[in-house]
């Protein structure tokens, strides 16, 4: 079955970095469109930033632009996103995602419901 499981959370102060991973299995990673979605307190999921199939091409929500890096490997299967310039508005769950269907363009990225998402690792931006 599918699987992925984030890491690379925790706690770190405004202005500071993290950089979160995700382990994929069960699925031909390689064929899918890869995204992170969060979910701050209180809010509903948000689209954080999606990677093209083969990793050329990216996709970042304005409010992360500039700050997030996403990263895949399709030989080892790990998905990661490195956030440099972290702000209290950062903080949230982080969830690492494919799209529920292969061969999804980054051109026309599916909504969150059209993802499956992992169980998520928390981000807390604080001093």
């Known amino acids: 079955q599918v699987q992925l499981v984030e890491s690379g959370g925790g706690l770190v102060q405004p202005g500071g970095s993290l950089r979160l991973s995700c382990a994929a299995d069960g699925f031909p990673f390689k064929d899918y469109l890869m995204t992170w979605v969060r979910q701050a307190p209180g809010k509903g999921l948000e689209w954080v930033s999606s990677?093209?199939?083969?990793?050329?091409?990216?996709k970042y929500a304005d409010f992360v632009k500039g700050r997030f890096t996403i990263s895949r490997d399709n030989v080892k299967k790990t998905l990661s996103l490195q956030m440099d310039s972290l702000e209290s508005e950062d903080t949230a769950v982080y969830y690492c995602a494919k799209t529920k269907s292969p061969y999804r363009s980054i051109l026309k990225i599916p909504s969150v419901d059209d993802h499956d998402r992992g169980q998520g690792t928390q981000v807390t931006v604080s001093a």
């Open positions: 990677i093209a199939l083969d990793g050329l091409a990216t």
